[in-house]
């Protein structure tokens, strides 16, 4: 089993990663910390207790992280996830409230209390996961990975030029791909995996998913209804026929590793350019020499991704 620690802004394709990281066998889900991004903090909190409450694993700790980036002001995406980032489904209060300490504390705890090293996934804004790496130092060499959602080698989706996650918090990101390697450790460093765009936009599912799973069970139904609502606005916005379930893809990647194809090279995160801030910039072809940091998602293996999610997702 995998231990992991997800850092999360839910959001749809959060929940949906929430739901695989418990459902599969390979992973053991360590504890859930919250960033604001997708919504503002008290919501993707709310929401992620209340989706470890549907999954019936209320034991999971939570514990809630920054409510803003490090340096800009925050940037929500309820446009695409409604007002409480969780459009569809019927608003349902958690059983429980998060617990008293800040994400970053929950986060230390649980590496250092873990008996082997723990993978840290992030698929929100990387404003926690920044704070970890500055204010633990130590804990760096004992991370087994850091695994991503976010950035895009060629176009983004917030702005022509960066991911969401990226655009929110590129302050955060910086300090991330800094401490990230493509290599054996190199103490101080840790093996960083950036699953972007180019692998999530191969990672959709349609309304016939949802149709799949709806009536199976309440979990079923509740991820046919986030479909309802996800599906449905890339239907509208884009032209697509599916939705993109970006962040399950960090979870599919660790309990497969053979369904994202990614490449060692060095990433950049551009913080300045009113233009381009959030950019992560990729040297693809290595023309600046620099090291490579970061092993990037090119592409996925869609059809072993969905019949993989399908699977733990039907009950
Ligand atoms: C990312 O942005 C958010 O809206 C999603 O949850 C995902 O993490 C995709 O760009
Ligand atoms: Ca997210």
């Known amino acids: 089993m995998t231990p992991i620690i997800l850092d999360c802004d839910p959001g749809h ?5 929430i739901m695989l990281a418990v459902a599969d066998p390979a992973i053991e889900l360590l504890a859930v910390t919250t960033v604001a991004g997708n919504v ?26 920054r409510p803003a980036p490090l340096v800009r002001d925050l940037s929500t995406a309820a446009v695409m996830h409604g007002e409480t980032g969780l459009a569809g489904p019927l608003p349902q209060e958690p059983s429980r409230p998060a617990l008293d300490v800040a994400a970053v504390d929950l986060m230390a705890h649980t590496i250092t209390a873990a008996t082997e090293p723990v993978t840290l996934v992030a698929t929100g ?4 996961v920044a704070d970890l790496l500055t204010q633990h130092p130590l804990l760096v060499d004992q991370l087994a990975q850091i ?20 655009w929110v918090d590129p302050h955060a990101a910086d300090i991330v791909f800094r401490h990230g390697c493509a ?3 190199i103490p101080g460093r840790v093996p960083l995996t950036m699953i972007g765009l180019e692998v999530t936009h191969q990672a959709w599912l349609t309304d016939e998913h949802a149709e799949l799973l709806r009536g199976r069970s309440a979990s079923g139904t509740f991820v046919a209804e986030l479909l309802d609502h996800f599906v449905g606005f890339h239907q509208e916005r884009f032209g ?5 379930i970006h962040d399950a893809v960090t979870i599919a990647h660790l309990i497969d590793p053979t369904l994202v194809q ?3 090279m060095n990433v950049q995160i551009e913080v300045d350019s009113p233009l381009c801030v959030g950019r992560t910039v990729a040297d693809r072809w290595n023309v600046t020499g620099l090291e490579p940091n970061a092993f990037v998602g090119l592409g996925i293996d869609r059809p072993r991704f969905i019949e993989l999610l399908m699977k733990r997702l039907l009950p």
Do not use: K, Q, Y
């Open 13 to 17: 394709d959060d929940a949906i990663a």
């Open 40 to 65: 503002t903090l008290n919501h993707t909190t709310r929401n992620a207790l209340r989706v470890l409450d549907m999954v019936g694993r209320p034991d999971i700790p939570v514990a809630a992280g």
């Open 125 to 128: 804004p990387l404003s926690n």
């Open 147 to 166: 695994v991503i959602m976010g950035g895009a080698v060629d176009l983004g989706n917030w702005t022509p030029a960066a991911e969401f996650n990226i």
């Open 183 to 185: 290599a054996d450790r």
């Open 240 to 244: 697509w026929e599916g939705a993109p």
């Open 262 to 264: 990614t490449l060692a």
